[in-house]
């Protein structure tokens, strides 16, 4: 994509490194090196098949992306860190007008490039899923693989997930001209693409050719896009191969901004168009009048630093939106990282959640979820200060993971002037994960403020629903939550609250169907809730009630957890588990301590696992000395069935290490640590 000044400086940096010697073909970015230089850890040299921290980064060249070495266990350590564990809806794009984001930001792999997460609470996120269809993670490599922190998080919202594939300048002309040789070839490196997707979870690509290039290449070129389309859409339903308007049929590097006769060629053979972003008033209406039924599949670019883009871009990419809304086409929105990168006042949380409340007035909601039962959120937005489980504390270290993400509520921007806030909590002792929801400001007498949560499609049969959340409230703080049931037929909704009485008398303020008590089970920090209903409509949706007759109002809402039995998932035995210590190494850090590194493997005994959502990675310190007591510590979560182990401290009198992983179920159940699968590390025999 076109440059700004500050990007062709980072370009001119990049082109600079590459012409030092490397040592491998396939080369990543992650964070700065321990040597200080400022040098990235995945930049040369960069051993891949050497054990390290887990990282996600990109494939720098073509021999890279022809040898399959980034998909060979053998070459790349990091490959089972990096695979999505949350799949793909794999259904099909909607026929309406959608919002594709195109994530370009800090040139990419930065906080979100360690699959296990990192120590910056302040790490960028997004969390309005609720407004986007389509996440690109896009950068300046030749072959952009998501790390799987964003296909897990954009995958639980039910929004696809592309990589990108990119060739620019004369290094990207001569790319092509190896790629597109021969029609075999741009086959088979559309092949490789395919492969890389399905090997690690995502859903497909944005195609980007930003180069010129003489016209004998054209037809390998259209069958590169072909193939690859056929491809993906045979190895992941539901897939996607989105080109970007750069180069024309001509083989000019010439930006068109809409579509029409000198790119629909390629628009023919994929999945959508991206135009780029210095459009004119009148281009969206004539690319849809040349996309015809498929009008759909153009994505009108919106750059948001606003380099010449339509409506200035920044707080007026409105503007844009609502022309494209006018004319009912899709958009791509280009860096909406430009709200973390200049850090827009007055903090990050407030800023984004503004700028996307642009985005919601102009565009509207145009997604629900969530979509089947279980339904759990512990409104874990991936970031915090802390980490708890069923209320009690288990880390109070910084940290950021985007895979931990559970289901983010569509709460609505209101800005600073209203009397109450509901927002996302970092501080405030969280249920579960690192945040909770908060309600706070001040109420009117007999006035019920509600807020919706969620906007849901679940599916409901015959027979009981059992709905949980627990609570944190002042004493003078009433809250409720309210399903909305509907049908064909008729809708209603039923309130859930402990204080049924306070509803009551004031429901000439808000109407429900019906009244269920709210049950209070075992006595934790955040009261825990439970109620039972009997549903007589097929659709649900969950929103929040609160009420208060005072003027104070502060109310934090835990988690929820809607299901069809009141029983949690059944663990699998500690002693149905394989679990296993592999490249474990020791140094010395001091002459009382010395540190250890190795990777846990775990694995059930069956071969019919069934699926996690999450596992929380704990270690026990014993000594020899029988009054000496056991000390346990968080270590970190890991979303797939492995977790690596780095420079943990060991103190001299330690003689064994007892590493903890308990499961976490997607109703938000866990397994007691009692019951957890252990890998025991006995020092005396570790070889140290």
């Not at 990419?108 to 969390?127: E, S």
């Not at 704990?618 to 780095?646: C, H, I, M, Q, W």
Request: aromatic share 12%; hydrophobic share 35%.
């Amino acid at each position: 994509m076109p440059l700004s000044p500050r990007r062709r400086l980072r370009r001119l940096a990049r082109r600079i490194r590459a012409m030092l010697p490397s040592s491998t073909a396939v080369a990543g970015e992650a964070a700065t090196s321990s040597a200080g230089d400022g040098r990235r850890a995945w930049e040369p040299p960069f051993d891949a098949s050497a054990p390290a921290p887990p990282m996600s980064y990109p494939i720098t060249d073509l021999a890279a992306l022809a040898s399959r070495s980034y998909l060979s266990a053998a070459a790349n350590f990091h490959l089972p860190f990096n695979r999505a564990s949350t799949p793909g809806s794999g259904e099909p794009l909607p026929a309406r007008r959608r919002v594709l984001v195109c994530h370009d930001m800090e040139g990419g792999y930065r906080d979100d490039a360690a699959p296990q997460g990192g120590t910056n609470p302040d790490a960028y996120a997004l969390w309005h899923w609720h407004l986007v269809d389509i996440f690109v993670y896009f950068s300046h490599y030749l072959v952009t693989l998501p790390p799987p922190c964003w296909t897990n998080a954009a995958h639980l919202h039910g929004v696809k997930v592309l990589g990108t594939f990119i060739t620019e300048w004369d290094d990207g002309a001569e790319v092509c001209k190896e790629m597109l040789a021969t029609e075999a070839s741009a086959q088979m490196y559309a092949e490789r693409l395919t492969e890389l997707a399905a090997a690690l979870g995502f859903d497909g690509w944005l195609i980007n050719i930003e180069v010129n290039l003489d016209v004998q290449f054209i037809n390998n070129l259209k069958e590169f896009v072909n193939h690859l389309t056929k491809t993906m859409h045979t190895a992941v339903p539901g897939s996607l191969v989105i080109w970007y308007d750069a180069i024309t049929v001509k083989g000019e590097l010439d930006w068109q901004d809409k579509l029409n006769e000198y790119n629909k060629p390629f628009f023919d053979l994929c999945d959508g168009l991206f135009a780029n972003y210095t459009w004119k008033e009148n281009y969206p209406q004539d690319s849809a009048a040349v996309a015809g039924n498929r009008k759909y599949d153009v994505y009108m670019g919106i750059d948001i630093f606003g380099r010449n883009t339509f409506g200035g871009g920044q707080w007026t990419t409105n503007v844009a939106l609502d022309l494209l809304t006018k004319v009912d086409i899709s958009t791509a929105i280009f860096a909406p990282g430009w709200v973390y990168e200049t850090k827009q006042p007055p903090d990050f949380e407030s800023a984004q959640n503004r700028w996307w409340g642009l985005v919601e007035k102009s565009w509207e909601v145009r997604r629900s979820y969530p979509k089947q039962l279980p339904f759990y959120t512990d409104f874990d937005q991936g970031r915090g200060y802390q980490v708890s489980v069923n209320g009690q504390q288990v880390s109070s270290d910084p940290w950021n993971n985007i895979s931990c993400q559970s289901f983010q509520p569509t709460l609505k921007y209101t800005g600073d002037q209203a009397q109450l806030q509901a927002f996302i909590n970092f501080k405030d002792e969280p249920y579960s994960g690192g945040n909770c929801l908060t309600v706070k400001g001040s109420l009117r007498p007999n006035i019920i403020f509600s807020e919706q949560l969620f906007n849901g499609g679940l599916g409901m049969e015959d027979g009981s629903l059992h709905l949980f959340y627990s609570v944190r409230a002042d004493a003078s703080s009433v809250v409720g939550l309210s399903l909305n049931l509907s049908s064909n037929k008729h809708s209603t909704s039923i309130l859930v609250a402990e204080d049924i009485a306070t509803f009551i008398r004031k429901k000439q303020n808000h109407k429900y169907g019906s009244y269920v008590k709210a049950d209070k089970v075992q006595p934790l920090a955040p009261d825990n809730q439970a109620g039972k209903i009997s549903p007589e409509t097929d659709e649900d949706r969950v929103s929040d009630a609160n009420v208060d007759a005072s003027s104070s109002y502060h109310v934090s809402l835990g988690h929820i957890s809607i299901q069809k039995t009141d029983a949690n998932t059944e663990f699998p035995p500690a002693g149905s588990w394989v679990t296993e210590g592999e490249h474990i190494s020791w140094s010395n850090s001091s002459n009382t301590t010395k540190r250890v590194n190795l990777k846990l493997n775990w694995k059930l005994k069956t071969p019919d696992q069934p699926s996690f959502r999450k596992y929380n990675i704990y270690v026990e310190k014993s000594t020899a000395d029988p009054n000496s007591k056991t000390s346990r510590s968080y270590l970190g979560v890991a979303t797939v069935d492995t977790f690596y182990v780095s420079g943990l401290e060991v103190a001299s009198q330690v003689t064994n290490l007892k590493f903890i992983i308990q499961a976490f179920a997607h109703d938000g159940s866990w397994q007691e640590l009692i019951d957890c699968p252990e890998f025991l590390l006995d020092i005396a025999h570790s070889g140290v």
